[in-house]
């Protein structure tokens, strides 16, 4: 990272700023191509988790190229200064690579949900309708790499 004095390598901040992001973008690559969407999440400190049709350009890509980015802006805020080159911003977030997979396993997909649910304020349910879940795609990104930085 070229500004060191930006860099945060404790896992509990990193935590702290993916936790306040509202969203993440997902970025993909298919054939030289980049391919990038703001996704709803769910965090469980090993595993980034998101829902999706069961089908679309998403699963295609994936299905090419399982290896993908993310991005977590978990606070901005724009200084504006006069002369405009001395704006600045106070920023906090998080860049993740990783491989995502298709979650199969009805336990684990009951654990991405409350992943998902948990990074929206709602509370575990533990119990979801089996119907429900064999009809919803649920995707893991195992995490390869993880960095962050911040600007106070």
């Not at 999440?41 to 190229?65: M, P, S, W």
């Not at 649910?117 to 429900?132: I, L, V």
Request: proline share 4%; hydrophobic share 40%.
């Amino acid at each position: 990272m070229r500004r060191a004095d930006r860099e945060v390598t404790d896992p509990q901040e990193l935590e702290a700023i993916i936790r306040a992001a509202p969203y993440c973008t997902l970025a993909l690559c298919r054939d030289g191509a980049p391919y990038a969407v703001p996704l709803s999440f769910g965090y469980d400190g090993v595993c980034v988790y998101f829902h999706c049709a069961t089908e679309g350009l998403k699963l295609d890509i994936l299905r090419q190229n399982p290896r993908v980015s993310l991005c977590f802006v978990g606070r901005c805020e724009v200084i504006v200064s006069t002369p405009a080159c001395a704006s600045s911003a106070r920023y906090a977030s998080v860049l993740m690579t990783g491989t995502a997979r298709l979650v199969e396993d009805v336990t684990e997909k009951a654990v991405a949900l409350d992943a998902i649910m948990s990074q929206h304020g709602a509370e575990e349910t533990k119990s979801y309708d089996e119907r429900a879940l064999a009809r919803t795609q649920l995707v893991a990104v195992d995490i390869a790499s993880m960095t962050g930085k911040r600007h106070d």
